[in-house]
């Protein structure tokens, strides 16, 4: 950005300090738009960055823009805030170990109606709107969809009008950036707070102290009533950090309230000057471990002692500032379940059941039976998973050691509890070890999701077959214990981001088009099906989606210095690495490709570019090492002369927000291929089809719903069922059949034996072959055959562009259930019973 294209206005910034754009600056006329925006750019300039033009950097004018918005959404909040409290509304407190947000500046000025207005400003002062955008660091909160399907709700909260607060951890260093050297992933710490973050506002004046360890004492009161006092070793500072939220066309802006740990004594001056420089910082030190880094590696004990510290810290922290809200406005704790919605997102807050039961009985004086009602009331848990790794079970003598009073009250919630079941299945000795919140065993654990169960009024699914399995399967003693409790909330997507700011040129199309309530009503899509036949829609759409692809040509070449043909099928599976999701498979195929180029480089073949991205847990050995294996068979085919041109395989590092919003709608075909009964949702899949992809998948998670609303006729359909897999596994699953009797799928598995794509170190993917031979636990053996051929029909209808584009306009047209405006709306009117509360201009 070169600084003498620059032309602020004249009027430089005021002596005085008017740092926000006007409150009713979207009601302004386009020119007085422009020239408050500007003189607000200048005044944060000033003011903010203690910059002129003539000093200022791109990262500067980026702050200062920045900061005009966020001030914006801060005179919201304020009156957001006010409304709230004077009509006491119900609210939803939403709390998640993951939020990833994404970057925030291009989301709050679509969100308030003034992005083509702030690129018209900033192109009249020499400024790139989005060469600004591309300045901000993006806070890696979260490791995947857990973590983006929280931001999406707090998006469609904010946009319904539902008071709400999103709780989590402020990462110092989130997720890690992941680096490709010679094909492996390598992990560096991301850095995203290094130039500060000028969205959120610290407030030290909501300070709470959280302890941990120690020992419980018995005492009497001056009632002489017994009590118990935890005596802890250690006690942490949580600061919050508030983000405003804002939501579509509308005044109100919610909070995402982020904690930070601090030690109580930050410094000890008598180390100091006795020479301890490293015991003069210790407490610091261990005490801001605790936010330091997201999920940290639990393969150590100590690995494991922090997760748990994090997640005791976060919930901790919540729970005593919701109880602050809630007596700021109310006279008692008596009816917090008529004013508070609190929802469990997954098994991570899970002890937040156990932690309101120790605030209202040791700290408030309720009686227990009275504390209970009010926590089941207040409670909602959301089930994410079907695999057992992440049904959270803690260590007990590690409970015990962090937590010595959570543990006691486990400990009496699951006597009570399960004297209830006694009653109901008196000779069932089995049914109370599966539901005891305590694991028996070499080591006793206790049971997360057990807890969040008993301690919850309600257990929802995130998909039609997911919620089905928890009933038949990973839940269903407590389904049969109380069934009125199960319900399900399929995933949803926020179209804000996932299609208006990811993809401008068809989103323009479609408001051109149908109109632009879509934006808040995705069913509106359905509109676009009486367009199909118009030749000029059709070719309008096929040229945006070429432009999207040339774009992320472009981009690829420029990271990775790789040349793709744009004009070849955009074949993309980008998310979480990890074995159930089948990557490998993937793979596999492409090899397939590979072989059959080889063995006849005169065939006709169907141009395809397959894409990778995702990130691989630090100590998950399979997975990275499927990641070097996509690079390695990408080093091989990428320069093989006889495939030039019609096989590429690219990996793009670092997936994340910003890279996922250019893949999305530059993508051909969407690889949904996960093992039948084990992903619980997704939500990479409904933003492929919004943006006009095609999925190939299995009927997994919300994979089923997705083929029911497109229609099974647009979706490449494949592999075994969820009954199918567990059948095949009941009867003993024998992968060598599949090797023994299938030639090309031999062929595949034996070139990567040979050492082909790792001739340093021929058997480096042994243990990759070794996995599918020996036991194949995600039947990639299994389902092979059915993925090549469901492929090559996948390639006979691409060469049919017509008919393509026609399967992806109805793919866009009838994804309008996977809104997460219908499914925050199906929680509020179902589980939280909360009302909107629209807040006047």
Request: glycine residues 6%; hydrophobic residues 40%; negative net charge.
């Amino acid at each position: 950005m070169a600084k003498q294209s620059i032309r602020l206005p004249e009027s430089s910034a005021t002596t005085e300090v008017p740092l926000s754009l006007d409150r009713a600056v979207a009601a302004l006329d386009t020119e007085a738009q422009v020239s408050q925006i500007q003189h607000a750019l200048v005044n944060n300039l000033y003011w903010v960055q203690g910059k002129d033009e003539q000093f200022a950097n791109a990262h500067d004018y980026y702050m200062a823009l920045a900061h005009s918005v966020r001030n914006q959404l801060l005179q919201k909040r304020i009156r957001t805030a006010k409304t709230y409290s004077q009509v006491k509304a119900k609210t939803v407190y939403y709390m998640s170990a993951e939020f990833l947000m994404g970057r925030q500046l291009g989301n709050g000025l679509i969100n308030l109606g003034l992005y083509d207005t702030m690129r018209h400003a900033l192109s009249d002062c020499g400024l790139d709107l989005d060469e600004l955008l591309e300045r901000e660091a993006e806070p890696g909160l979260g490791n995947g969809g857990l973590g983006r399907l929280a931001a999406c709700f707090m998006d469609s909260l904010t946009t319904l009008n539902l008071p709400a607060i999103g709780y989590g951890i402020r990462y110092e260093f989130g997720i890690f950036t992941q680096l490709i050297r010679q094909g492996h992933q390598v992990e560096a710490p991301d850095k995203w707070l290094s130039y500060g973050n000028p969205w959120e506002i610290a407030r030290p004046d909501y300070r709470v102290e959280i302890k941990f360890g120690g020992h419980t004492e018995v005492y009497k009161d001056g009632d002489d009533d017994y009590q118990v006092r935890w005596v802890p070793s250690q006690t942490v500072i949580g600061i919050p950090h508030d983000v405003p939220v804002p939501g579509y066309g509308t005044e109100n802006v919610n909070l995402l309230r982020l904690w930070k740990a601090e030690a109580g004594e930050a410094f000890d001056l008598d180390a100091f000057n006795a020479g301890d420089y490293f015991g003069a910082v210790a407490n610091k030190m261990i005490s801001e471990n605790i936010t330091k880094v997201l999920y940290p590696n639990d393969e150590t004990r100590q690995g494991k002692e922090l997760r748990l510290q994090q997640q005791y810290f976060f919930v901790a922290c919540s729970l005593q500032d919701i109880i602050r809200l809630h007596l700021r406005d109310h006279a008692s704790l008596n009816d917090l379940a008529e004013f508070a919605a609190i929802q469990l997102n997954d098994t991570h807050p899970a002890i937040g059941v156990a932690e309101l039961m120790r605030l209202l009985i040791d700290e408030y004086h309720f009686e227990w039976e009275a504390a209970w009602v009010i926590t089941q009331r207040t409670f909602g848990y959301t089930n994410h998973t079907l695999m057992p790794e992440a049904l959270e079970k803690w260590s007990v003598d590690l409970f015990g050691k962090l937590l010595p009073r959570h543990l006691e009250i486990i400990y009496e919630i699951n006597h009570r509890f399960l004297d209830q079941v006694k009653l109901r299945y008196p000779n069932d000795p089995d049914r109370l070890e599966r539901l005891s919140l305590i694991e028996e065993g070499s080591e006793r654990r206790v049971r997360m999701a057990n807890l969040a169960c008993v301690g919850s009024h309600a257990i929802n699914g995130v998909a039609a077959l997911h919620t089905e399995l928890l009933k038949q399967e990973v839940l269903q003693d407590f389904y049969a214990l109380w069934p009125d409790k199960f319900s399900n909330k399929t995933n949803g997507i926020t179209p804000r981001r996932w299609l208006l700011q990811c993809n401008p040129r068809l989103a323009q199309l479609i408001s051109e088009t149908i109109g632009d309530s879509w934006i808040t009503n995705l069913d509106h899509l359905r509109q676009l099906e009486a367009h199909i036949d118009n030749d000029g829609f059709r070719h309008a759409w096929q040229a945006i989606k070429q432009e999207n692809k040339w774009n992320l040509a472009r981009y690829i070449q420029d990271i990775l210095g790789v040349e793709i043909n744009p004009e070849s099928m955009f074949d993309v599976q980008i998310k979480r690495i990890h074995e159930y999701k089948r990557q490998l498979m993937s793979v596999l195929h492409v090899v397939t490709l590979y072989n059959r180029m080889l063995q006849n480089p005169g065939d006709h073949v169907v141009p395809r570019t397959v894409i990778f991205g995702g990130k691989a847990a630090p100590g998950y050995a399979m997975a990275k090492l499927v990641v070097k294996l996509i690079n390695a068979v990408a080093d091989v085919v990428n320069n093989d002369p006889i495939v030039a041109g019609r096989l590429k395989v690219v990996f793009l590092p670092n997936y994340n927000v910003s890279s996922a919003q250019r893949i999305f709608p530059a993508s051909d075909l969407s690889e949904q291929i996960s093992t039948a009964g084990m992903e619980a949702s997704g939500t990479g899949n409904m933003k492929f089809a919004l943006n006009g992809a095609l999925t190939i998948g299995t009927l997994d998670g919300a994979n089923v719903e997705i083929r029911e609303e497109v229609g099974a006729d647009n979706f490449f359909l494949f592999g075994l069922t969820a009954e199918q897999v567990a059948a095949c596994k009941a009867v003993g699953h024998n992968p060598w059949f599949y090797y023994d009797t299938n030639p090309e799928l031999k062929r595949v598995l034996d070139v990567i034996a040979s050492g082909l794509f790792s001739p340093e170190n021929p058997d480096l993917f042994l243990p990759i072959l070794d996995s599918l031979l020996v036991d194949d636990p995600y039947m990639v053996m299994a389902d092979y055959a059915a993925y090549v051929q469901c492929q090559e029909h996948v390639s006979r209808t691409y060469e049919d562009r017509d008919r393509w584009v026609r399967m992806a306009i109805l793919n866009t047209a009838r994804i309008g259930k996977f809104s997460a405006d219908r499914t925050i709306a199906d929680y509020a009117r179902e589980i939280w019973k909360v009302k909107a509360v629209p807040v006047g201009e």
